[in-house]
């Protein structure tokens, strides 16, 4: 199942849904660049893909100025209320902090000061024009997606037990359905507020205040100072080698240096000369995804708050000592006990015709975050603070002020120095598991984007919050594949053909001729547009 994939000259958008890849392309028609049209997409999708980002979550913005030449990142995630101890929860009887509810939404929403700080930087049609379509979304509604039916009914329990829920994706009583008309009128109201006044309308400003009084008097843990103390940070990218490409990630407290370990350890074997389709690729995968996350839990958090020792891990030193100790022992005994991780998740790539590219990504944790709507502002709140850990010998323990360990990770591939991949994906635990099937895909098979995002796919540990450390793989293999897998110790869970459990990827090539190629993962909603 392929989608089409586009090829143009001048500009690549691909996303998650249809409807933000048409904003994005009529920023971009409207002289706006590549930066205008990743914070009109990324506004879109809060409204197009509620349950899976949106104003109360967080955003990941890597980006390649072409007047630079020098990749930038900003990180858009929010810090912990100063309230947030684990005291505050082991004196209302807890041990762990809850999932769902006020309770679980405590760190400051990123995403609003995230779209305010690019486009200051770097973008050039006015700020209330890069709003109004997701406004016009918000306010007069749209189609109800595929992927959006799918969620509404499998968290129909959320929906109903939240009034604000059930008056957006009810009627009558009844869930709406593919196809139905959602209107999302308060957050239309939200959005216009945001229009007029900027980033401070939810930092400082009337919608800063109605969530604050929303929380407070449901006895949660958000304050006005954490709003007002908050601001997303611009940050120095990661990169590391590979094959004559340069792969870039977000530093911590994103895991996206856990897919440049995996890429270093695979430097020591010609990944071409494996069969994509044997059952040795993905055992060679699942171990090399289990060294690197066995650091990747060890250590990830704020760096703010504790040593990471990133030069050490990004190593091609450790990364032969990993490979080493891998071949050692040809099936590790999985160390990988983190809790459950949620993969809410929208990613989304813009190329324009001056050479700007910017790969994002943006999350509300899980689907429909913490299942909380802040009184009548139609935000949804995001529950990344639920991965947070009580316990005090963690290293993502809960701290007032904190970033918490956090899984998204936009990506970007360079050659000769010019952005040569844009690419990332939904998934919590998946996306650096994606990232390598898309990587290997394209650098070491010689496929295309789209092809390299159609692969089958696996994904090894916990997800979509459930418990679990199992190695599920999509049911596109032969079955001695999956009996190899088995004989080899590997805990084997067979999925869906084209399962959603593998989340949802996007990606632009640009090949030596400038020629951009765009995807869209046949899995969900998306789109890609070029011309």
């Excluded at 779209?115 to 109800?144: N, T």
């Excluded at 091609?316 to 050692?328: H, V």
């Excluded at 983190?338 to 943006?362: K, L, M, R």
């Amino acid at each position: 199942m392929l989608n089409i994939m586009p090829r143009a000259e001048r500009a690549m958008i691909a996303t998650p849904h249809y409807l933000a890849s048409s904003v994005g392309s009529a920023i971009l028609q409207q002289g706006g660049n590549a930066f205008d049209a990743a914070i009109a997409i990324s506004a879109a999708l809060g409204v197009v893909y509620p349950h899976m980002t949106g104003i109360g979550g967080d955003a990941f913005f890597l980006m390649y100025p072409a007047s630079t030449g020098t990749m930038v990142g900003f990180n858009g995630s929010g810090m912990a209320a100063a309230r947030a101890t684990p005291a505050f929860y082991r004196q209302k009887g807890l041990e762990a902090i809850p999932q769902r509810g006020v309770l679980s939404a405590i760190t400051v929403p990123g995403m609003a000061d995230a779209w305010w700080q690019v486009w200051a930087k770097f973008g050039r049609l006015p700020w209330a024009k890069l709003l109004a379509p997701a406004i016009d979304y918000a306010e007069k509604g749209f189609p109800i997606s595929r992927n959006l039916a799918f969620w509404i009914r499998k968290d129909e329990s959320l929906i109903r037990a939240s009034e604000q829920l059930s008056a957006v994706y009810t009627a009558h009583g009844a869930l709406l359905q593919e196809g139905d008309r959602l209107v999302q009128t308060h957050l239309a109201q939200t959005l216009r507020c945001i229009q007029l006044e900027g980033r401070e309308a939810v930092y400082s400003g009337t919608v800063m205040q109605a969530i604050v009084d929303c929380v407070r008097h449901d006895g949660g843990a958000l304050e006005e100072t954490d709003f007002r103390g908050y601001a997303g940070e611009w940050v120095e990218p990661l990169s590391a080698t590979y094959r004559g490409y340069e792969i870039f990630q977000m530093p911590p407290n994103s895991q996206g240096f856990t897919a440049l370990m995996m890429m270093n350890m695979l430097e020591h074997i010609e990944v071409s000369n494996v069969p994509r389709d044997s059952a040795n690729f993905y055992h060679i995968m699942s171990e090399v995804i289990k060294k690197a996350f066995r650091d990747r839990d060890r250590y990830l958090t704020d760096p703010r708050f504790r040593d990471i020792p990133l030069e050490r891990l990004l190593s091609k030193t450790y990364a032969s000592q990993l490979w080493e100790e891998m071949k050692a022992t040809p099936l590790q005994a999985s160390q990988h006990l983190s809790p459950a991780i949620g993969q809410d998740t929208a990613y989304a790539a813009v190329v324009d015709d001056e050479g700007n590219a910017v790969s994002f990504i943006q999350s509300l944790y899980f689907d429909f975050g913490a299942a909380y709507v802040a009184g009548d502002t139609g935000i949804i709140l995001q529950n990344r603070g639920s991965f947070f850990s009580l316990d005090a010998d963690a290293a993502n323990v809960l701290e007032p002020g904190k970033r918490s360990f956090h899984t998204l990770m936009p990506a970007m591939v360079t050659k000769a120095g010019k952005p040569y991949m844009l690419y990332g994906t939904q998934g919590g635990e998946g996306q650096p598991q994606t990232q390598l099937s898309i990587l290997t895909g394209v650098l070491d098979y010689g496929l295309s984007i789209q092809e390299a995002i159609s692969l089958p796919r696996w994904v090894y540990g916990r997800t979509w919050g459930e418990d679990g450390d199992a190695l599920r793989l999509e049911h596109r293999l032969t079955p001695d594949v999956y009996a190899q897998l088995q004989a080899w110790g590997h805990r084997v869970e067979l999925v869906d053909s084209w399962d959603g459990l593998m989340g949802q990827a996007q990606g632009i090539v640009i090949d030596d001729k400038g020629v951009r190629s765009g995807a869209a993962d046949p899995r969900g909603d998306g789109l890609a547009i070029g011309w």
